[in-house]
């Protein structure tokens, strides 16, 4: 069975310093890949995606992602975190249409000043 | 429509009333999905329609909870008998035919049971 798997269920960094989500996957063929995030309040905004091809995803607000296979992870990147990325990020995996997405429970980042 | 529009954003209601929840998704998208996401938990999927059909109710936590979609469009959440338990943010998403789209989320509807 396909499972997500965030393993740090807080993350808190300072502003302007370097992120890095963990997410590790379960899927027995080539995954389709996201992250989202949520905002207090909001519904959840895709951030990027993956499918197939180059393994390093750019997505908005500056974020990247990196697919490796051999570690069946999808880990989420900033260079430099800003006070407004606090935020719930989920990583999903799933395929549209008839496929149900399976969501990680999600890591809630905390941005110090 | 440019989004996936959900109403109310916010509902109140009185433990034992009956509530309905709206998703008006995407314009073409062919599945919705419903997911309710309870205060400072992940999300938790209820139930899957492909067209007017739901071939995955699997979801649903109980007999209270019903789900309708009509025209291939729009879907109605219906909780009876609401319970204090039920209270959580309630989030709709679609996705079109296409593998690589994705899942374009509402922005819930919250809904309180008192």
């Known amino acids: 069975a396909q499972s997500v798997t965030q393993p740090d269920i807080h993350i808190t960094v300072s502003e302007g310093a370097s992120l890095e989500l963990r997410c590790n996957y379960s899927?027995?063929?080539?995954?389709?890949l996201f992250w989202y995030v949520q905002s207090p309040g909001q519904g959840l905004q895709l951030l990027l995606k993956?499918?197939?091809?180059?393994?390093l995803v750019q997505g908005i607000k500056g974020f990247e992602a990196e697919f490796k296979r051999s570690q069946s992870s999808f880990n989420l990147r900033k260079p430099s975190v800003h006070w407004s990325d606090a935020a719930e990020y989920f990583c999903?995996?799933?395929?549209?249409?008839?496929?149900?997405?399976?969501f990680g429970r999600g890591t809630s980042l905390i941005v110090h000043p | 429509g440019a989004g996936v529009s959900q109403s109310p954003s916010n509902k109140v209601t009185e433990k034992g009333k009956d509530v309905e929840l709206r998703c008006d998704p995407i314009?073409?998208?062919?599945?919705l999905y419903w997911y309710r996401q309870s205060l400072g938990q992940g999300l938790e999927f209820l139930i899957y329609?492909?067209?007017?059909?739901?071939?995955?109710k699997s979801g649903l936590p109980s007999d209270r909870f019903s789900a309708e979609r009509t025209g291939g469009s729009v879907s109605t959440l219906t909780i009876q008998r609401t319970q204090q338990e039920d209270s959580a943010v309630y989030l709709c998403?679609?996705?079109?035919?296409?593998?690589?789209?994705?899942?374009?989320f509402g922005s819930g509807t919250r809904l309180t049971v008192v």
């Open positions: 999903a995996l799933g395929e549209g249409g008839s496929y149900i997405p399976t």
């Open positions: 993956y499918f197939s091809g180059d393994t």
């Open positions: 329609f492909q067209g007017n059909s739901a071939p995955d």
């Open positions: 899927y027995g063929a080539t995954p389709y």
């Open positions: 314009s073409g998208h062919t599945a």
């Open positions: 998403a679609s996705s079109s035919f296409r593998r690589d789209y994705g899942y374009t």
